[in-house]
C-alpha cells in the first residue's frame, strides 16, 4: 500500500490530464520534496509515468504526469437503441481503442444473442491489451438495478445480465445512460466542479442524475435519477413505466406528433430531431412547447433538489438551443420566488452522444480505485 497522498494524487492526475508535477502537489497540498517521492512510488508501481514539461516561466524545471505506458485501463461499452460503441479508455480519460457497430441487426428483444456477439469482440479488445484492462463499464438506455438490466423497452430487453459481456471482471459498474451522461459531465463536461450538480437527459425516455461532488447518488438499488417517471406531465396519458402523467412522455417525439396533429411515429427520436431541424412555425410552436415543459420540470427540481447547476443533455441540448426564451420564461416562472434572482443556470450538456460512453469510464475508474495498488 502506498497510502492516501499518493491515491489522491492519482486521482489528480486522472481529473487533470497533463497536470504539471508541481500543479499536482500543490492540488494535493504537498511540497516538492514528497510529490518527487510520490511520483516515484506511483511511477514504480506502473501507474503513471513522467515527461518534460518544457519551459514554464522562470519557476523550477517540473515534468507533466501522464498514465504509465503499462498503465491500467478499463473498457467502457455504450448501448443505444440502435447501435453499440465500446472504447479502451486510460488514467486521465484518454480513448486508445475503439470498437463497435452503428446497427445492431435484429437487436429488438434479442438481447441475449446480441451481447454474445458483443462479448466476443470485447473479448478481443482485451486480449489485444494483454491484461492492463482492469475493469468494464456498460451504459444501457434502460432501467438498471443491482448492476442487472431489468428492462429496456426501446431494445425490447428485459431481465438481461450484461455482466456477462466479462464474467468475473475485477471490476464492472453497469448503469443507465442517462445517470452515466450525468456521471460524465460532473467528471469531464459542464459540471466539473459543481457541488451538487442535477443532470436530465431527454432522448428515447427521459433521464439523469443527482451527483453529488462527482459522485452519482444512486440510490438504494441504482434506480436513482429516473426523473422522468415524476408526474410532471399531463395525468391521461400512459407512460411505457405503466404510471400515468409521466414527466417523460410529454417531452418526447409522441408528445411533439401529438402537439402538431401528426400520426404517432415510429421512432419518436428520429422524429424529434426532424421536428427540431424544420423551421415551419407549427414544428416552432410544438418545439416550444416542449421546451417549456422542460424548463417546468427543471425548476420543480431545482426547488426540491437544491443544486448548484442544471446541466441537459440529449434532445435537452436542441430544445435549449431552439426555444431557450420558453425554456427560461417556464424555469423562472416555476422556480420559488427567492430563487429567481439567482436561480442556477441551467447549461447544456459538452459531451453530448460521448456522454454516456465516458460516464461508462468514469465509473469503472471508481471501483477500480480502491483495487490499485496505491
Ligand atoms: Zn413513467
Known sequence: MIGTRASELL???????????????RMVGVGTGAATGLVARLTAAELISERPAGVVGRGRPTTVLQPHPRGPLVLAVAFTHESW?????QLGGAVVACDGDEEMVHAYGEGERVLLSVKERLTRLRRRFRGRIRGMGVSVPGLVAKDRLVEASTLGWSGVDLTTLWPNAPVM?????ATFAGAAESHRGAAVGAALALHIRVDAGLGGALVENGRVLAGAIGLGGEFGHIPFGAGDIECPCGARGCWGPSLDGHALARLMGQPDP??????????LAADGE???????VVAARLGRG?????????????TVGGLGVDYLAAASRSLDDAYLAGLMAFRRADPPPVLAASL???????????????????????
Open 11 to 25: 486521482r489528480v492526475v486522472h481529473e487533470n490530464p497533463d497536470v504539471t508535477r508541481a500543479d499536482a502537489a
Open 85 to 89: 460503441r465500446a472504447e479502451v479508455v
Open 173 to 177: 459498474a453497469v448503469g443507465n445512460d
Open 266 to 275: 415510429a421512432d419518436p427520436v428520429a422524429y424529434a430531431r426532424r421536428v
Open 282 to 288: 407549427r414544428e416552432r410552436g410544438a418545439v416550444a
Open 298 to 310: 427543471i425548476a420543480g427540481l431545482v426547488n426540491a433538489i437544491d443544486p448548484d447547476l442544471v
Open 352 to 374: 453530448l452522444e460521448g456522454g454516456p460512453v465516458a460516464g461508462a469510464a468514469e465509473e469503472a475508474w471508481a471501483r477500480l480505485w480502491p483495487l490499485l495498488p496505491t
